[in-house]
């Protein structure tokens, strides 16, 4: 998007006309600095007194030089400077709305930037039922998405106060969607220095940034167009396992989701193995791959793999069972 004149410059541009009008009056028409600016003003407001006596033809075509460029410029300053301050107003308004109730909130993903990519995230975030709070600089954007109930922080989010006005403290992750990998590592680096514990997503958009983002501090970079080359590859050469993809990531026609779960101390699963756990008989759940706490990752496990504590399952099952999986299993559970 082509970034608009700030105010600032509109009233450099206003100020200039005027000065360049008030020396033109007075070297060319004889008149004080006093009178001169009391014309420049008459003719820039179209107010219509009389011209200046005895003007000269230079005087005369610079009066009518000037009144052709000046007239449509200032006007078109004013206008412009009168909008922004009116919608800035209006949009820092709608921004202070959208930030209510943040103090509250505890355990959401923070989503910076909606772009095309941010706001795609924010979307399938906010389907998954997970709550979110977005953080965007561009405020006309969060005029754009005024019809969703998301939170939203109008601000930089490579800046720490920004990210703690989002509830970093409390969050349970965060989303790296903004338009340049450098502001991508900053929000990386500075998330991490505000919560060790946090999982960070980032999107690269340049294919060596995804090393420089990984050392940043990031659990997962995503390079979409790396993933939508693989994507096309797949569609391309296994078009049903891209049509299943498709189904349980875009449609609700299989009522399908993966997920990944990690298992607890204390939890009915640990020490059991996977045909005797209740996973696949109480909530049709299959399980994947189990990611061992020793880093060690075991794909399609048989039933006799033993589900051990620090264990991350990555299963797919029903939507509806999710909940039920993660509250029966993989929550502590607190001391009587």
């Given at each position: 998007m082509k970034e608009q004149p700030k105010p600032l410059a509109w009233l450099v541009v206003a100020s200039g006309l005027i000065a360049v009008g008030a020396l033109g009056f007075h070297l060319l028409a004889g008149l004080s600095w006093v009178d001169a600016l009391f014309y420049v003003v008459t003719t820039l407001t179209t107010v219509g007194y009389e011209a200046p006596p005895h003007l000269t033809p230079e005087a005369k075509l610079f009066l009518v030089v000037y009144i052709i460029a000046a007239v449509g410029t200032v006007g078109v300053a004013v206008a412009k400077l009168t909008q922004t301050i009116v919608?800035?107003?209006?949009?820092?308004?709608?921004?202070?709305?959208?930030?209510?109730?943040?103090?509250?909130?505890?355990?959401?993903?923070i989503i910076c930037g909606l772009g095309r990519v941010g706001l795609q995230v924010a979307e399938q975030i906010a389907s998954s039922g997970e709550k979110l709070v977005a953080v965007e600089t561009d405020t006309r954007r969060v005029e754009e998405?005024?019809?969703?109930?998301?939170?939203?922080?109008?601000?930089?989010?490579?800046?720490?106060?920004?990210?703690?006005?989002?509830?970093?403290?409390?969050?349970?992750?965060?989303?790296?969607?903004?338009?340049?990998?450098?502001?991508?590592?900053?929000?990386?680096?500075s998330a991490k220095a505000l919560k060790a514990d946090l999982r960070i997503v980032v999107r690269a958009g340049d294919v060596q940034a995804v090393n420089t983002l990984y050392r940043a501090g990031a659990d997962k970079v995503i390079n979409p167009v790396r993933s939508g080359a693989a994507a096309l590859a797949r569609a391309?050469?296994?078009?049903?396992?891209?049509?299943?993809?498709?189904?349980?990531?875009?449609?609700?026609?299989?009522?399908?989701d993966?997920?990944?779960?990690?298992?607890?101390?204390?939890?009915?699963?640990?020490?059991?193995?996977?045909?005797?756990?209740?996973?696949?008989?109480?909530?049709?759940?299959?399980?994947?791959?189990?990611?061992?706490?020793?880093?060690?990752?075991?794909?399609?496990?048989?039933?006799?793999?033993?589900?051990?504590?620090?264990?991350?399952?990555?299963?797919?099952a029903p939507r509806t069972a999710m909940a039920g999986l993660r509250r029966d299993f993989f929550m502590a559970r607190s001391n009587p």
């Open positions: 919608v800035e107003r209006m949009l820092h308004a709608l921004g202070k709305r959208r930030e209510s109730g943040l103090e509250r909130l505890k355990d959401h993903w998405i005024q019809n969703t109930n998301w939170p939203v922080v109008v601000g930089d989010a490579t800046r720490e106060e920004i990210l703690e006005k989002a509830g970093i403290h409390r969050a349970k992750g965060l989303v790296a969607a903004l338009s340049e990998d450098a502001d991508n590592v900053y929000v990386t680096l391309a050469l296994s078009p049903a396992v891209a049509d299943f993809f498709e189904l349980i990531n875009i449609s609700r026609e299989l009522d399908l993966f997920d990944s779960f990690r298992v607890v101390d204390g939890s009915s699963l640990a020490g059991q193995t996977l045909r005797e756990a209740p996973l696949r008989s109480r909530y049709n759940a299959i399980v994947i791959a189990i990611h061992g706490s020793d880093d060690h990752v075991v794909y399609n496990p048989s039933g006799e793999t033993r589900i051990e504590p620090g264990d991350e399952l990555i299963l797919l």
